[in-house]
Nanobody, 114 residues
Framework: QVQLVESGGGLVQAGGSLRLSCAAS????????MGWYRQAPGKGREVVAT??????MYDDSVKGRFTISRDYGESTVFLQMNSLKPEDTAVYYC?????????WGQGTQVTVSS
């Protein structure tokens, strides 16, 4: 079993930056991939960025603005978000995957004001 706890959300003005963190506990060292999804009001959950085996992937809407990284020793994944836009406003969820199971954090709110 894996537990994911996010932190770092908040309110920021457009053009600002935030850094999200997600700490994994339990069988965290078995995780093959980690990442971030988001869900805006009235919309479905969508992938933001993932990292697996040192390879990161991004949704086109955040490329060049967001950076995902992982500290394997601490089983933590980060999302550095720069040049934030109002359309980035959403609940951001940490995601982790191991063969046969997917895990989610509780979510952290990010609000970008114009």
């Amino acid at each position: 079993q894996v537990q994911l706890v996010e932190s770092g959300g908040g309110l920021v003005q457009a053009g600002g930056s935030l850094r999200l963190s997600c700490a994994a506990s339990g069988s965290a060292r078995s995780l093959k991939a980690m990442g971030w999804y988001r869900q805006a009001p009235g919309k479905g959950r969508e992938v933001v960025a993932t990292i697996a085996g040192g390879i990161s992937m991004y949704d086109d809407s955040v490329k060049g603005r967001f950076t995902i990284s992982r500290d394997y020793g601490e089983s933590t994944v980060f999302l550095q978000m720069n040049s934030l836009k109002p359309e980035d406003t959403a609940v951001y969820y940490c995601w982790a995957w191991i063969v046969g199971a997917t895990y989610w954090g509780q979510g952290t709110q990010v609000t970008v004001s114009s």
